[in-house]
């Protein structure tokens, strides 16, 4: 027998960025920047995945200027390095610790970019798939990157964050046979979760798929 | 150039947790029970590894009653049912969004078992990289799990977790082939971060190094 205890959360917390989100979103809209946030699991490919994305906005004519990029890690700068040798305008938050992005953190950042020439923002929470759930940084678009990797039941065992996807990616499709995972099983999963948010499977290693979402992300703008 | 905002934590919420944390192992400590916590991603693989562990500790004479399990995650009883199926003591703490436990939510969960029969409690935290290293919960060990396919930085990535394993768990060796990991500078990265925890290779999947992994807990106690 499986006994199970159920936890409430707070609320206040949650509300109030929720406002500064779509105060934030307002100023992008103003400087016309279409902004995507990236959130999922350590490792899931966010980075590669975001790299992928700028080499392709680069061959199609935006300037370095004209993209940015926001990383939210734990520590260390590795992940803005990656991004920064592709000549965008970049900025690394260290939460010390703090497990997601909240809005203010991105006014911090954005205090660095040139609002005036940027039109795609990338911005890539910590790596975690729950916290950043409950505090959206004002985006247009919210991406869910999933990797086979992390195991066939992972949108069941996440429903809040597969709900709140705007675009769910299923990452490392190349190794799906390798981790023995049904990649229609956990589309069918996420699915019946999130019946409007398109699903896109890549592998940022191949580059296999990223065309497909690079054009899910630069469709209509919500 | 690569811009780096540090955000700071605060501390009076770990600090209570960790008080309670205190009392809880004094409480185990009355009761005889050697209490393990596995920390790590969504994915890691720590439910399997666990099994495995289950599997040996009953095929070395430990009975089902003695052995307990607690599982924490956002949604689902998934893990507890497999669990469930070894025949021990076992409870599943859906936290509803909340991205760790914490050491109420144990004594809610212990409750349910029978701690004068208990001798082994496997205390599985929420899949989560983050969040749940500054909240221990008691156990004498707490053991991090970090599977080769979530990247050759992980650890490097999470120092904070990494520095306050006391057994640190490679897993998934049997895929860095094909994910083009190398295990040694894995290793490498966590002994410069962590130089007294014994770091273990494993492969929950074919049960490579699981014994080793035994061994390292059931060794001497803090």
Not at 145 to 170: C, M, N, Y
């Amino acid at each position: 027998m499986v006994r199970t205890i159920e936890i409430k959360v707070g609320r206040s917390v949650i509300e109030a960025n929720l406002k500064l989100a779509k105060q934030l979103r307002e100023l992008l809209n103003a400087y016309s920047v279409k902004a995507y946030e990236f959130l999922g699991s350590p490792g899931s490919g966010k980075t590669s995945l975001i790299e992928r994305l700028i080499s392709m906005a680069l061959g199609e004519g935006y300037s370095g200027v004209s993209i940015g990029y926001i990383g939210g890690d734990v520590a260390t700068r590795l992940d803005a390095e990656r991004i920064a040798r592709h000549g965008v305008q970049n900025v690394q938050i260290n939460t010390g610790g703090i497990c997601h992005l909240e809005v203010p953190h991105i006014y911090q950042a954005i205090e660095s970019l040139d609002l005036e020439k940027l039109e795609l923002l990338f911005i890539e929470n910590v790596g975690n798939l729950i916290c950043p759930a409950d505090f959206p940084l004002g985006a247009h678009r919210r991406v869910l990157v999933v990797s086979v990797t992390e195991g066939e039941d992972k949108f069941l065992k996440h429903p809040i964050t597969t709900r709140l996807a705007d675009v769910i990616v299923i990452n490392k499709v190349d190794l799906a046979d390798a981790v023995e995972v049904d990649v229609d099983r956990m589309e069918r999963d996420a699915r019946g979760l999130n019946p409007r948010a398109p699903i896109v499977r890549t592998s940022a290693r191949t580059g296999e798929g990223v065309d497909k979402l690079y054009r899910a992300l630069m469709g209509d703008e919500g």
